[in-house]
């Protein structure tokens, strides 16, 4: 390998994300397999993770698929002692797991909200919280990556939920770095903008979806690709010296005018 890439390498860790069944988070899992990280994938049901899993394991990676609610702490707790006895102590962690429900603030009941809060917030903070308390417990430093989103910094209606959410990851990963810090584990956040996932794809075709679009600096939504390069930054010994900080890849989609 060419030297100047070896830092962003992941040879030698272990790696887990949440939400690995689809869209961002399937990509994460290969991306971080393909820089050779040990990867587990993380969801509710696991059924959904064992192709991706073994997509994995057939280029020559290694892999496993977990079960994990992100809102129920025994429920990671378990999923992280999976993890360790097949492929040692987590040393990245990609926060992906999200769910967001379109819907206007007068009409959204608490249940609604909540699922949104629990799943795209307190998801985030209790994988956080058990990933760095094992990484302490081993003496071992890591990196924790939050999928955030460029609603956490500009609105868009029918979203409150999930935009307040997003605002608050961006905030943690401020607040848990500067608590972290000591103990070499970094925490950054990734903040996209409009990816063509199977979540989105159909309604970027209707009218409202191209006039969104037609907003984007660079008048397209972004390829997962695109995501490679922050992802593998932050993961890796590449971004030793960040931690606090949120990329935003969108296009320039925040810099358009109102």
């Not at 417990?137 to 409150?160: E, F, H, P, Y």
Request: glycine letters at 8%; aromatic letters at 4%; proline letters at 2%.
């Amino acid at each position: 390998m060419n030297k100047l890439l070896e830092p962003f390498s992941l040879e030698g860790k272990v790696a887990l994300v949440t939400g690995a069944s689809s869209g961002f988070g399937l990509h994460f899992a290969q991306v971080l397999a393909d820089a050779g990280a040990k990867v587990a994938l993380a969801a509710r049901r696991t059924d959904l993770l064992e192709s991706a899993r073994d997509a994995i394991v057939d280029r020559g990676g290694e892999a496993m698929a977990v079960t994990m609610d992100v809102t129920d702490s025994a429920s990671i707790r378990a999923a992280f002692d999976q993890v360790e006895q097949q492929f040692g102590t987590v040393t990245v962690v990609i926060n992906n797991a999200g769910i967001s429900i379109a819907q206007l603030l007068l009409e959204a009941t608490d249940s609604d909200w909540n699922d949104v809060l629990n799943t795209n917030l307190n998801g985030v903070a209790f994988v956080s919280r058990e990933a760095a308390n094992r990484l302490v417990a081993a003496d071992m430093g890591g990196s924790i990556v939050n999928i955030a989103s460029i609603t956490a910094n500009r609105l868009q209606k029918m979203l409150s939920s999930y935009a307040s959410a997003k605002a608050a990851v961006v905030q943690f990963t401020k607040a848990a770095a500067l608590e972290l810090a000591e103990h070499n584990i970094r925490v950054n956040a990734i903040c996209p903008g409009y990816f063509s996932t199977p979540l989105i794809s159909e309604w970027l075709k209707t009218k409202d979806g191209q006039a969104l679009v037609n907003r984007i600096p660079m008048r397209r939504t972004g390829e997962l690709s695109e995501l490679n390069g922050p992802l593998l930054l932050l993961a890796s010994d590449a971004g030793s010296l960040m931690t606090g900080s949120s990329i935003t890849v969108d296009g320039g989609h925040l810099l358009s005018g109102l």
